[in-house]
């Protein structure tokens, strides 16, 4: 009996540390990425600003599992229906029951010109482009525009990191930072509160938010941009262009981010756990692609892949074991917005130094729990020092 994860983000370490307690020992168990490093993604906004929490934010694989085989290759195809693997190698790997957490990767909607010219941020090596040009632009005499599209947690936190760099820098009065959000707010699927605070942090630190507004072409030195509701053009300098705007599946699933319901199943032996799918909750509600959902998704995951390879090693008695549901509560919501940050916790809205200590501790807490205690001693020290 082989279980098998594709993916080491948040979803695939979470759900591959919880099966190591709960598989029965006659299981094997595989974790396949193809990196050999698992990066903590909600803090690489960070390294614009601070490239030395690389350190505290990417952990080698090798350090993280007790059990588990760790391969690190390329995945170009799954096929959940069959249970088979293709790596680019072309080797094969098939799998009794396995979970799809690959995460996602930037949407450009075939808007001309926003994939050639738009920096997209998921990577650490991303982040060090954005800073590059940005130090570029900084350490000039002239002005200069830096746009971001999409408002989303990324946008708005990539933008807050822009702010607080000029503002290092010296250069906050020749630089413009301008955040574009198609829908009608900023953070559109959090609730409104923490909507308002952080509009009201970003507007703070001088960053222009321009909501209903999208990208409708880019080329190497401007954003062109619609109103949503009036239909009025316009068109924006970016000497920088940072898009944020939306995700698509990943490559090897053919772009598709496929619906999963409660039990997070896909097919009879397939999960989809984070970013990779659509999940709609036991309340029937859409989950926020988000580190906060995908390490909560993977508890459900971990039982429910348990229950059925018990299952199925003592003979497929009976009807198929009952699944857990998976139902996303989440006790709140922190962003940063340059050194400052936003929290929403139940119905209290904070900012201040209150929500950074909550920001650095919601880190260091997810660093700790995967055995990574001097990373987030280190991560700490990078967070409350920003
Ligand atoms: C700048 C930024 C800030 C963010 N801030 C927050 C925040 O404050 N709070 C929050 O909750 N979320 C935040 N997010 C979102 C969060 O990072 C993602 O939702 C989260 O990473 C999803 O976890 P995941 O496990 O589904 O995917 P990922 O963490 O993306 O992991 C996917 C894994 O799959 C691997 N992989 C992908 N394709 C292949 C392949 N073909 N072959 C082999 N391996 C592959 C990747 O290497 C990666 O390790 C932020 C994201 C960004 C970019």
Same mark, same amino acid.
């Given at each position: 009996?082989?279980?098998?994860?594709?993916?080491? !983000? *948040?979803?695939?370490?979470?759900?591959?540390?919880?099966?190591?307690? +709960?598989?029965p020992?006659? $299981?094997?168990?595989? @974790?396949?990425?193809?990196s050999?490093?698992?990066?903590?993604?909600?803090?690489?906004? =960070?390294?614009i600003?601070?490239?030395? /929490?690389?350190?505290?934010?990417?952990?080698?694989?090798?350090?993280?599992?007790?059990?588990?085989?760790?391969?690190?290759?390329?995945?170009?195809?799954?096929? %959940?229906?069959?249970?088979?693997?293709?790596?680019?190698?072309?080797?094969t790997?098939?799998?009794? *029951?396995?979970?799809?957490?690959?995460?996602?990767?930037?949407?450009?909607?075939?808007?001309?010109?926003?994939e050639?010219h738009?920096?997209?941020l998921?990577?650490?090596?991303?982040?060090?482009?954005?800073?590059?040009?940005?130090?570029?632009?900084?350490?000039?005499? +002239?002005?200069?525009? /830096?746009?971001?599209g999409?408002?989303?947690?990324?946008?708005?936190?990539?933008?807050?990191?822009?702010?607080?760099?000029a503002?290092?820098?010296?250069?906050?009065?020749?630089?413009?930072?301008?955040?574009?959000e198609?829908l009608?707010?900023?953070?559109?699927?959090?609730p409104?509160?923490?909507?308002?605070?952080?509009?009201?942090?970003?507007?703070?630190?001088g @960053?222009?938010?321009?909501v209903?507004?999208?990208?409708?072409?880019?080329?190497?030195s401007?954003?062109?941009?619609?109103?949503?509701?009036?239909?009025?053009?316009?068109?924006?300098?970016?000497?920088?262009?940072?898009w +944020? !705007?939306?995700?698509?599946?990943?490559?090897?699933?053919?772009?598709?981010r496929?619906?999963?319901?409660?039990d997070?199943?896909?097919?009879?032996?397939?999960?989809?756990?984070?970013?990779?799918?659509?999940i709609?909750?036991?309340?029937g509600?859409?989950?926020?692609?988000?580190?906060?959902?995908?390490? =909560?998704? $993977?508890?459900?995951?971990?039982?429910?892949?348990?229950?059925?390879?018990?299952?199925e090693?003592?003979? =497929?008695?009976?009807f198929? %074991?009952?699944?857990?549901?998976?139902?996303?509560?989440?006790p709140?919501? /922190?962003?940063?917005?340059?050194d400052?940050?936003?929290?929403?916790?139940?119905?209290?809205?904070v900012?201040?130094?209150?929500?950074?200590?909550?920001? $650095?501790?919601? !880190?260091?807490? *997810?660093l700790?729990? /995967? =055995?990574?205690?001097?990373?987030a +001693?280190?991560?700490v020290?990078?967070?409350?020092?920003?």
């Amino acid at each position: 009996m082989h279980v098998v994860v594709l993916g080491a !983000g *948040y979803a695939g370490v979470t759900l591959t540390r919880k099966l190591e307690e +709960t598989l029965p020992p006659e $299981a094997d168990l595989t @974790i396949v990425d193809e990196s050999d490093t698992h990066l903590v993604q909600h803090e690489v906004h =960070r390294v614009i600003r601070r490239p030395s /929490i690389t350190d505290a934010i990417e952990v080698p694989l090798a350090s993280l599992f007790d059990r588990a085989a760790v391969v690190t290759a390329r995945v170009e195809n799954v096929d %959940p229906d069959a249970n088979e693997v293709v790596f680019d190698s072309g080797e094969t790997l098939s799998y009794d *029951y396995g979970a799809l957490c690959l995460g996602a990767e930037t949407a450009f909607y075939d808007l001309p010109g926003v994939e050639a010219h738009g920096q997209t941020l998921k990577a650490v090596g991303d982040a060090e482009a954005i800073r590059g040009r940005a130090l570029d632009l900084l350490g000039g005499d +002239t002005p200069a525009s /830096i746009v971001v599209g999409g408002a989303g947690l990324s946008g708005v936190q990539v933008a807050g990191e822009l702010a607080a760099l000029a503002d290092e820098k010296g250069a906050s009065d020749r630089i413009d930072i301008t955040l574009l959000e198609q829908l009608d707010t900023v953070a559109p699927v959090f609730p409104e509160a923490f909507q308002d605070a952080v509009a009201d942090e970003l507007t703070e630190r001088g @960053i222009e938010i321009q909501v209903e507004t999208a990208v409708t072409e880019a080329t190497e030195s401007a954003v062109a941009t619609q109103h949503q509701a009036t239909g009025e053009t316009d068109t924006l300098d970016a000497d920088l262009f940072v898009w +944020t !705007g939306g995700i698509a599946g990943p490559e090897s699933m053919a772009g598709d981010r496929p619906v999963v319901r409660r039990d997070l199943r896909l097919t009879n032996s397939t999960f989809a756990v984070g970013d990779t799918a659509r999940i709609v909750d036991a309340d029937g509600e859409a989950v926020p692609a988000s580190a906060s959902a995908a390490i =909560r998704a $993977a508890d459900p995951a971990a039982e429910n892949i348990t229950r059925l390879v018990e299952w199925e090693l003592a003979g =497929r008695g009976g009807f198929e %074991p009952e699944l857990t549901p998976f139902r996303f509560n989440v006790p709140g919501w /922190i962003v940063s917005v340059g050194d400052g940050a936003v929290a929403q916790v139940g119905p209290e809205v904070v900012s201040g130094g209150a929500a950074k200590a909550l920001k $650095a501790s919601v !880190g260091a807490g *997810y660093l700790s729990s /995967i =055995r990574e205690v001097q990373k987030a +001693t280190e991560l700490v020290g990078e967070e409350l020092e920003a």
